[in-house]
Nanobody, 123 residues
Framework: VQLQASGGGPVQAGGSLRLSCAASRRTLSNNGMGWFRQAPGNEREFVAAINWSGDTTAYVDSVKGRFTISRDNAKNAVYLQMASLKPEDTAVYYC?????????????????WGQGTQVTVSS
């Protein structure tokens, strides 16, 4: 499985970005999917997750109400809509495919990772 994340870039505080993650070589419609992020000098942290059917989601507290994860199984893709961005959201964002269909919030429950896309929020 290959995961390709895209949609990152520079944005001013308060702005929005939509990250996309496309999967190839294998369908991921049975896998939970997630987004993680890693800022320089920090551990990779959980941001958002969605179960295989898309009807259950989870978020880290710091992005609740600002970020929305969604998926389109017909397109084998997952998205992260980010609004009201803050400088502390600056990081490399990674999409990942879970080992199971349910939601997962820890890195060890993910089997496949994309290469990451940089999000830089300026104040």
């Amino acid at each position: 499985v290959q995961l390709q994340a895209s949609g990152g870039g520079p944005v001013q505080a308060g702005g929005s970005l939509r990250l996309s993650c496309a999967a190839s070589r294998r369908t991921l419609s049975n896998n939970g999917m997630g987004w993680f992020r890693q800022a320089p000098g920090n551990e990779r942290e959980f941001v958002a997750a969605i179960n295989w059917s898309g009807d259950t989601t989870a978020y880290v507290d710091s992005v609740k109400g600002r970020f929305t994860i969604s998926r389109d199984n017909a397109k084998n893709a997952v998205y992260l809509q980010m609004a009201s961005l803050k400088p502390e959201d600056t990081a490399v964002y990674y999409c990942a495919a879970g080992l199971f269909g349910r939601i997962a919030t820890v890195k060890t429950q993910y089997a496949y990772w994309g290469q990451g896309t940089q999000v830089t929020v300026s104040s």
